[in-house]
């Protein structure tokens, strides 16, 4: 190639002393320049082709985890307050299991403690985080507990989180089709239509065991139960000289107010009260202990996925180290390269200097002589 620019230019030079050996020497070193500058740019811009189509599978695959390990945390959070909330109720529970060891000795006075344990029972109930109370009921009507779908991979798999109703609540239907609702304090209300967008509240009533105990919406109208027939879910019961009858339903821990029992007043409804109670810790218990194992399962699919995404951001970061490599080797390869042909091509023009210094007296004005000279040189 050496020779084939200079032969080529020389020929067409003005001057036969001069071969303008610079001048040509400079158009080489721009043309190598210019072949090496457009190599170097498409080598690079393929690479970061492939560079940028990785990277951006990685942030993808970042963005998904991330996303996904958000909710799982989350649902951590939501579980171990409901595991922190069922402790607190089970403690709760045994205390009523306390009060009614103690009835029989003052009805009255236990009848009013067992229902202000049930009334914190529900309002810690209620303090569980957001709409995944996880230990509350789907309403005051369908006491199924909360559940949902958790998704724990960045390809859609869901688990479900079954939640545990550990509310203390209970509905009568009345032989009217009316409806009573306890307010969980100290009333309870008769309601013509119970539901979510018209509840047509009727008469509110004292569940306290007297008059002087109610306070609040609560009327001096207590209500008391007739029938003494504790275990079935037919039910008797007076208000101010009327009666009622109705079936009852419970919820939760399947444990009622105190008025339910007969307000403690016989041994039999201090049984079936410590009966259901009994129940209500030994169903405590296991759903501390079912909750517990999800919030463990839970825990352990969190640091699966923090883990993938350390792994994900390793290799992303692997991928770029060997891409700098690449870029590296390549950088010096392109050097060596250039400056073995920059290199050449001063030989070349030294070495043609010399030559033309040397026999440029013999060579003259002879046209076929300098182009013969030229190339060989």
Same mark, same amino acid.
């Given at each position: 190639?050496?020779?084939d620019y200079?032969?080529?230019?020389?020929i067409? %030079?003005?001057?036969?002393?001069t071969?303008?050996?610079?001048?040509m020497q400079?158009?080489?070193?721009e043309?190598?320049t210019?072949? +090496?500058?457009?190599? &170097?740019e498409?080598?690079?811009?393929a690479?970061?082709? /492939?560079y940028d189509?990785?990277?951006k599978?990685?942030?993808a695959?970042n963005?998904k985890l991330?996303?996904v390990?958000?909710? /799982?945390k989350?649902a951590?959070?939501t579980i171990?307050s409901?595991?922190?909330?069922?402790?607190k109720?089970k403690d709760m529970i045994?205390?009523?299991?306390?009060?009614l060891e103690?009835a029989d000795?003052d009805p009255? #006075? +236990?009848a009013?403690?067992?229902d202000m344990? =049930?009334?914190?029972?529900?309002e810690?109930?209620?303090d569980?985080l957001?709409?995944y109370?996880?230990i509350?009921?789907?309403?005051?009507?369908?006491y199924e507990?909360?559940? #949902?779908d958790l998704k724990?991979?960045e390809?859609g798999?869901?688990?479900l989180?079954?939640g545990?109703n550990?509310?203390?609540?209970?509905?009568?239907?009345?032989?009217?089709?009316k #409806?009573?609702?306890p307010?969980?304090?100290? %009333?309870i209300?008769?309601?013509?239509n119970?539901?979510a967008?018209d =509840?047509?509240?009727?008469t509110? #009533?004292?569940t306290?065991?007297s008059?002087?105990a109610g306070?609040?919406?609560?009327?001096?109208?207590?209500?008391t139960?007739?029938d003494?027939?504790?275990?079935?879910?037919?039910?008797?019961?007076?208000?101010?000289?009327?009666?009622y009858t109705?079936t009852?339903?419970?919820g939760g821990?399947?444990?009622?107010?105190s008025? &339910?029992?007969?307000?403690?007043?016989?041994p039999e409804?201090?049984a079936?009260?410590a %009966?259901?109670?009994?129940?209500a810790?030994?169903?405590?218990?296991?759903?501390?202990?079912?909750?517990?194992?999800?919030?463990a399962?839970t825990?352990g699919?969190?640091?699966v996925?923090?883990?993938?995404i &350390?792994?994900?951001?390793?290799?992303?970061t692997?991928a770029?180290i060997?891409?700098?490599?690449?870029e590296y080797n390549?950088?010096?390869?392109i050097k060596?390269?250039?400056e073995g042909?920059?290199?050449?091509?001063?030989? &070349?023009?030294?070495t043609?200097?010399?030559? *033309?210094?040397?026999?440029?007296?013999?060579?003259g004005?002879?046209k076929l002589m300098?182009?013969m000279f030229n190339q *060989?040189?």
């Amino acid at each position: 190639m050496a020779i084939d620019y200079m032969g080529g230019l020389s020929i067409l %030079s003005s001057s036969n002393s001069t071969f303008s050996s610079k001048s040509m020497q400079d158009v080489i070193y721009e043309k190598i320049t210019q072949q +090496y500058k457009t190599k &170097i740019e498409k080598t690079s811009q393929a690479r970061s082709e /492939v560079y940028d189509s990785r990277a951006k599978y990685y942030e993808a695959q970042n963005e998904k985890l991330s996303l996904v390990s958000g909710g /799982v945390k989350n649902a951590i959070d939501t579980i171990g307050s409901a595991v922190e909330g069922a402790k607190k109720i089970k403690d709760m529970i045994f205390d009523l299991k306390i009060f009614l060891e103690k009835a029989d000795r003052d009805p009255t #006075y +236990y009848a009013q403690e067992f229902d202000m344990k =049930l009334t914190a029972i529900n309002e810690e109930v209620l303090d569980r985080l957001g709409v995944y109370n996880l230990i509350g009921s789907r309403s005051r009507t369908n006491y199924e507990a909360n559940e #949902y779908d958790l998704k724990v991979d960045e390809k859609g798999t869901t688990v479900l989180l079954q939640g545990y109703n550990m509310s203390a609540d209970y509905m009568i239907t009345d032989s009217d089709g009316k #409806y009573w609702v306890p307010d969980m304090r100290n %009333s309870i209300k008769r309601y013509d239509n119970y539901d979510a967008v018209d =509840l047509n509240i009727e008469t509110t #009533y004292s569940t306290a065991q007297s008059a002087a105990a109610g306070s609040g919406s609560a009327t001096s109208k207590v209500i008391t139960r007739t029938d003494t027939d504790y275990s079935n879910s037919a039910i008797s019961f007076n208000v101010d000289g009327v009666d009622y009858t109705g079936t009852i339903s419970k919820g939760g821990l399947n444990v009622g107010q105190s008025w &339910i029992y007969g307000g403690f007043d016989s041994p039999e409804g201090i049984a079936q009260a410590a %009966s259901e109670v009994e129940d209500a810790l030994e169903n405590a218990e296991m759903m501390i202990a079912q909750l517990s194992a999800m919030q463990a399962t839970t825990q352990g699919q969190f640091n699966v996925l923090e883990n993938s995404i &350390i792994q994900n951001k390793t290799e992303m970061t692997n991928a770029l180290i060997a891409q700098m490599q690449e870029e590296y080797n390549f950088a010096a390869k392109i050097k060596r390269e250039y400056e073995g042909a920059v290199t050449s091509i001063a030989s &070349i023009a030294q070495t043609q200097g010399q030559y *033309t210094e040397i026999f440029g007296s013999i060579l003259g004005d002879n046209k076929l002589m300098n182009y013969m000279f030229n190339q *060989t040189v």
